[in-house]
Structures are given as structure tokens and as C-alpha cells.
């Protein structure tokens, strides 16, 4: 039996109405996890009606929205042309970030794009996939993407989303970012502290994207004997600007990835 008609026998899931949107964030680790089936578990657990997940292997997607039922649309882009799937039997299949939209939310220009290599030293190619979701009767702009770990993911990939955010009057932008929400230096705990904040934020920041939910809300424990241990450092954001949030809730625990999922609820004003 499918989720989706688990959850209609329950009557759980995300309600049919676009005025209250619950997008959750979530690097599912999907070539190391318990697959398309757990990915589809937590999401259904979570209630989100928008989901940008990265590290999916592109030949779960199926599983996964077959689980999830029918209506649910993805839109995805690999990470990188040079990353691919470890799992079996998905193995050497594609790599990357996604975006899973509910049935009832009405979507519209979906785009996916490469990120320009800047560093020689560090060439992390990755990308991102987004598209516009209807939000009483508005378009808010929904961006999935895994940045890199090094030179390349603050020198030209985190300018380029903020370049893109400056377009925007309403958007989401959500993922690993694989920066710290505070800086990893001795004697630095909070980001309020002074030089402990990450200027890496800066330029979305300047593009009047707010991330809001708190610094310790820690994501990733990076304990691959117990994904059950509390997590240490939080690398996963959600950023957003034109819109106001209206909930949010701590990470929530899952045994399928390193990284616990982020969520929170959106409206227009």
C-alpha cells in the first residue's frame, strides 16, 4: 500500500489549500539511506507541500514519487556533472538536488543552472533547480541547491544566488550550504559574538533574504554508527525574502540521513 493512501485512511498529510505553504529542506543522502521509500516516509511525516532535497540519486526520484502518490511533481538537476550515485542499483545514475511539489500547488517556470567554476584551486562544479509556486494567487520563487565545500562555494556560487534573489519580490532559497552558521575559530560559540558571524551570508543578506530559523538548530551530527546522536553543527538554511513565516520547528530526527530535515511555514501578507 502506498503512503499516499496510508495517509488519506489516516486523513494526514498536507491539507489542498495554497494559502499556507510548509516547505521543508533536507540533504536525504539518498545513496547511503534506506532509499526512495524512507525519503518518502519522512517527507509524508514532515507534512510538507514543497520539499528541496539534495543528494537524491536521479534513479530514486521514480520510488519516491510513486510512494508520495499520484499529482506529486519533481523537478531536478544533477549536482554536478562529476558526482554520481554510489547506491545500487541506481549506481553511476545521476546525482543531485530536487524539488517535490505537492498535488494542489500549482507551479509554473521550472529552470535548473549550472554555477560557474571560479576557483582553480577548488572547482566544486554544482547547481541548483527552482521554480515559482502559487501562494495565494502570488508566485514565490522556490530554489533548491547543495553548494560546495570549498573556494568555489562562497566565491561564486553564494554571489550568484544572491544575484538571483535580488530579482525576486518573494522567494525561498534552501539547502546545504556547507557553511557553518557560526564560524568554526577558537572561542567562537554564538554568531552574535564579535567575527563569529559568517560573512560568506553577506551577500544574501544584502539581498534582503532573512534566515530565520535560529543558529542552533543544529542539522548534521556526522556519526554514521548512530544518526540518532544530537547533532553538533547546522550547515542546512532556509533563506527567504517578501513572504513572512508563520512556523517552524526544530530539526526533526530521521534514521534514513546524517542530516536532519528543516521545515517552516510560509504565508503572504
Known amino acids: 500500500m502506498s503512503l499516499a ?8 498529510g498536507p491539507s489542498s489549500a495554497a494559502t499556507e505553504l510548509r516547505l521543508m529542506t533536507w540533504n536525504a543522502l539518498t545513496q547511503d539511506s534506506g532509499g526512495g521509500v524512507a525519503t518518502a516516509e519522512h517527507i509524508w511525516e514532515t507534512g510538507a507541500d514543497v520539499v528541496a532535497l539534495q543528494e537524491v540519486c536521479e534513479g ?19 549536482a554536478s556533472i562529476n558526482l554520481k550515485c554510489a547506491r545500487e542499483p541506481e ?15 500549482a ?19 554544482r547547481s541548483f533547480v527552482a521554480v515559482s509556486v502559487i501562494l495565494n494567487g502570488v508566485p514565490v520563487r522556490v530554489l533548491s541547491t547543495h553548494l560546495g565545500r570549498f573556494g568555489d562555494g562562497t566565491a561564486c556560487q553564494i554571489p550568484l544566488l544572491a544575484q538571483y534573489a535580488n530579482s525576486w519580490q518573494r522567494g525561498i532559497i534552501a539547502g546545504d550550504f556547507n557553511i557553518r552558521s ?4 577558537p572561542g567562537c560559540t554564538r554568531p552574535d559574538q564579535a567575527g563569529c558571524r559568517p560573512d560568506e551570508f ?54 534514513s540521513s546524517d542530516h536532519r530535515a528543516l521545515w517552516m511555514d510560509f504565508t503572504t501578507s
Open 5 to 12: 493512501i496510508c495517509a488519506m485512511m489516516l486523513n494526514v
Open 60 to 78: 530514486m526520484l521514480g520510488t519516491i514519487q510513486s510512494e508520495l502518490g499520484d499529482g506529486w511533481q519533481v523537478f531536478y538537476h544533477h
Open 91 to 105: 549506481v553511476n545514475t545521476s546525482f543531485g538536488n530536487a524539488i517535490l511539489v505537492r498535488p494542489g500547488v
Open 107 to 125: 507551479v509554473r517556470d521550472p529552470i535548473k543552472v549550472d554555477y560557474p567554476a571560479c576557483d582553480p584551486q577548488n572547482d566544486e562544479s
Open 182 to 185: 557560526v564560524k568554526n575559530i
Open 202 to 255: 553577506d551577500p544574501l543578506i544584502a539581498a534582503q533574504m532573512v534566515n530565520a530559523h535560529p543558529w542552533n538548530y543544529f542539522t548534521v551530527e556526522n556519526n554514521r554508527e548512530d544518526w540518532n546522536v544530537e547533532p553538533t553543527i547546522k550547515i542546512d538554511h532556509i533563506f527567504h525574502k517578501g513572504i513572512q513565516r508563520t512556523a517552524r520547528d526544530t530539526p526533526s530526527w530521521n534514521d
